[in-house]
């Protein structure tokens, strides 16, 4: 059963209609009964980002496998899941390329004013007084999280003639040499980089991992970009730093909710970027998704399971 809203072409769905009997439920607005009565016979599940709430996860009780349509799994219960013997898989590294090249994306669109450019021109206009940018080259990126993701972020900057230094759990100077660039701690990478790109997990020592403290100590040039968790910024010292000057702009990607309220402050900055949670939303990418969030059902089948969180 797939009770969230995916994206399944004709061949995924008929791959999974071989497989077994498929029922699709874009409509999951539904209160905990309604969920257990409409999933109580999945082996099953495919789930985007959909969060089960305790007492429907514990309460299907012939499910077998959740094969998570995301990378992240945080909003997943892992204590129920292991509990009840759930397998867990998830799709890991199928949108670096597609999230990296939104980091840039949203990094031009903010340092060469191309929103509002766009709006000025298409209003009649044509002065460029107002539109004068800055570039990438020669500017230092920073790089928190050396995954997949960061080290195609880090990748492209060296490609565009940037200083490159990255904060990873897992530092080592093979990978720096053969990437070309250099490991610092936390600390370092935020108050050395004129642009500072987070590609981290959300985990508990993780969430407001970028806070009051570390805005204060960044460039009051800097520019944050995130396209990993909203809820890994501290949201409410975000808006301060903005406010205050203490850096010069965001680019956000994810907020702490997946939703937008008409009150957030963050609606009311010219030198902030956002987007919907559409990253790693490109055509490649989810077709990527799909395909191997299918072949670990199949793996899980044939009694040869991959990308197994636990």
């Known amino acids: 059963m797939v009770p969230d809203t995916i994206v399944l072409g004709p061949e995924h769905i008929n791959r999974l209609e071989s497989i077994g009997t498929l029922h699709i439920y874009n409509n999951t607005e539904k209160s905990d009964q309604e969920l257990i009565n409409l999933l109580n016979d999945a082996d099953i599940l ?15 009780k012939n499910l077998k496998m959740l094969s998570l349509w995301t990378t992240g799994y945080d909003y997943v219960d892992i204590d129920i899941a292991k509990k009840h013997n759930i397998l867990l898989t998830n799709v890991p590294g199928y949108s670096a390329v597609a999230v990296a090249e939104h980091v840039f994306a949203m990094l031009f669109s903010l340092l ?12 009649g ?5 107002n539109f004068l940018g800055s570039e ?16 195609r972020v880090a990748q492209i900057a060296k490609s565009l003639e940037m200083n490159v230094i990255v904060n990873t759990a897992n530092p080592s100077k093979e990978r720096a040499e053969k990437y070309g660039f250099n490991f610092l701690s936390f600390e370092e990478v ?37 396209t990993a968790r909203g809820k890994i910024i501290d949201e409410d010292a ?32 010219n030198n902030v970027i956002l987007s919907p949670h559409c990253a790693f939303y490109t055509k490649e990418a989810i077709k990527k998704l799909s395909d191997i969030a299918i072949d670990n059902i199949v ?4 009694g040869n399971p991959q990308n197994v969180i636990f």
Do not use: W
Not at 125 to 129: M, S, V
Not at 203 to 224: G, L, Q, R, W
Not at 241 to 269: H, P, R, T, W, Y
């Open 46 to 60: 495919i789930m985007g980002m959909i969060e089960f709430r305790p007492d429907v996860f514990k309460s299907l």
């Open 112 to 123: 060469r004013k191309i929103p509002a450019a766009d709006g000025h021109v298409k209003m």
């Open 125 to 129: 206009f044509y002065d460029r007084t």
């Open 136 to 151: 990438l080259a020669g500017k230092t990126m920073g790089v928190i999280g050396a995954g997949s993701i960061g080290k």
């Open 190 to 226: 935020l108050m050395q980089s004129d642009f500072i790109s987070l590609h981290i997990p959300l985990k508990p020592d993780t969430e407001n991992m970028v806070s009051y403290h570390e805005f204060n100590i960044m460039k009051n040039s800097a520019i944050v970009i995130n």
């Open 238 to 269: 975000l808006v301060d730093a903005l406010n205050s000057g203490k850096i010069a702009g965001a680019c956000i990607d994810v907020l702490s909710e997946d939703k937008v309220k008409e009150d957030n402050s963050l609606l009311n900055f």
């Open 299 to 302: 793996g899980f089948i044939n």
